[in-house]
């Protein structure tokens, strides 16, 4: 039976839902506290980097269509060998970090709601308690259907459009004024901080071989995907900064969207904003933890990772236990600085990749490669302005970001070492397709699935 084709409405449904889930809510309060009145270019500058990194996945994608997504463009462009091998595994870790956040932020609101204020105990038992949850969903194949997530993206962003609607008619623009900027650099890295906020256009990247008509709707998808939410983005954090002094913003940082309702809404906005931001961490745990788990088999398939990540359990994978177990002691051991940057130091490396992998590749996709590399500077360079800055104003916020690369780089040597004394040969012939088919065969990810 012939699989159903998705149209351009649900390839931009899942763009924005990965874009808008849990990102927004967590990191709003911490670019407002870094930028205070210039927060809204700081999330138009995340923003132009994933509109420019959008045109190599729009390149990359019509070329490569699989399932793989990003995971086939980097073995395309370098192969599967130890470079490819880190950086699936810095990925797959970036989804870790990214579950974290999600659930760190879902423990923000769970507390602020239940008891006023964030409280610590609280705040990390409802964190660690939702991840458990949703892992338990997914073993037992119980995640949500695609229909049920098109009607959590449009629950979450008629809230959000509401909220940035109404909360227009009250803003002070005083709040605004440059003289309430932070200096531009300071603004540049609450930007990047929050850049995670965006790494969820790729996921279209996945859809690209059961999209309808690709040459037309894949870079529609794309591009509105990630335009529509830059507005999004910037309509809210002017509202928030509009509605909230800075030493407000500052206090309630990890819930600052649900405060930043009640000057229009009262009290009723801050418990509307509360729930919808507990509906739509949850909703992001959920995919994550089903995209973590699926990622992490992908890469297991092509030897990068043990096999208990393949290995079936229920309806899931060993491998989502192992993910879950990794993003409850970040959640619970690093704070909210810690995570974002971590989260965005990663896909701000794997995107700068991708660039280059366009720039590699442009016989292949067609691409100007004047963009691709720009796009690859780019990304490049803000990683690098961003642990700049942290390190000289704030370096013990770039433990999750050290801790992480350096597990991820440590893993890669010592599994390639221990990869090498089994006998390889046997290994993929018996039990698994052969490395240096994956980069020839633009099914791979496909076959694997079905099996």
């Avoid at 909220?163 to 930007?191: C, K, N, Q, R, Y």
């Avoid at 916020?397 to 004394?421: C, D």
């Amino acid at each position: 039976m012939q699989k159903k084709k998705i149209g351009f409405l649900e390839a931009f449904s899942i763009g924005v839902g990965g874009m808008v889930g849990g990102g927004i809510f967590a990191v709003l309060g911490l670019t407002i506290t870094l930028a205070r009145g210039a927060a809204p270019i700081a999330f138009a500058i995340a923003g132009f980097i994933a509109l420019v990194t959008v045109y190599s996945y729009v390149k990359l994608s019509l070329r490569y269509p699989s399932a793989g997504g990003t995971i086939e463009f980097i073995v395309r462009a370098f192969g599967n060998g130890l470079f490819s091998s880190f950086i699936n595994v810095l990925m797959l870790v970036s989804y870790i970090i990214m579950l974290a956040l999600y659930a760190y932020a879902f423990g923000s609101y769970g507390s602020a709601l239940i008891l006023g204020h964030d409280v610590s105990w609280l705040h990390k038992t409802l964190s660690v308690s939702v991840i458990a949850l949703f892992t338990m969903i997914n073993l037992l194949g119980a995640f949500l259907t695609g229909k049920a997530e098109d009607y959590m993206v449009f629950l979450k962003i008629a809230i959000l459009l509401v909220f940035a609607g109404v909360g227009f008619l009250t803003i002070d623009p005083s709040h605004l004024a440059v003289h309430e900027w932070m200096p531009m650099l300071s603004v540049a890295s609450g930007g990047l901080i929050i850049f995670l906020a965006y790494e969820g256009f790729e996921l279209i990247a996945n859809t690209a071989r059961d999209i309808e008509n690709p040459r037309k709707n894949l870079p529609r998808a794309y591009y509105s995907a990630v335009i529509f939410v830059i507005l999004l983005y910037i309509t809210i954090a002017v509202v928030a900064v509009g509605n909230l002094t800075f030493q407000e913003a500052k206090t309630a940082q990890d819930y600052v969207l649900a405060k930043a309702a009640e000057p229009f809404f009262g009290e009723a906005g801050f418990i509307l904003i509360g729930v919808a931001a507990l509906l739509s961490t949850a909703s992001a745990i959920n995919a994550t933890i089903y995209g973590g788990g699926r990622t992490s088999y992908l890469i297991a398939k092509l030897g990068e990772l043990p096999e208990s990540f393949e290995e079936k359990i229920k309806n899931g994978y060993k491998g989502m236990l192992i993910i879950a177990f990794f993003s409850m002691i970040f959640t619970t051991l690093f704070n909210l600085d810690n995570i974002s940057i971590a989260g965005s130091i990663g896909f701000l490396i794997v995107f700068a990749l991708v660039n280059l992998a366009n720039f590699l590749l442009y016989k292949e996709t067609g691409a100007n490669r004047f963009i691709a590399g720009f796009g690859a500077l780019l990304c490049t360079s803000a990683t690098f302005i961003l642990i700049g800055y942290n390190a000289l104003h704030s370096p013990q916020s770039l433990q999750t970001s050290g801790i992480a690369i350096g597990m991820v780089f440590l893993f890669t040597l010592f599994y390639a070492h221990f990869k090498k004394r089994q006998d390889i040969l046997s290994l993929f012939v018996d039990k698994r397709l052969h490395k240096d088919e994956v980069a020839k065969d633009t099914m791979i990810y496909e076959d694997i699935v079905e099996k």
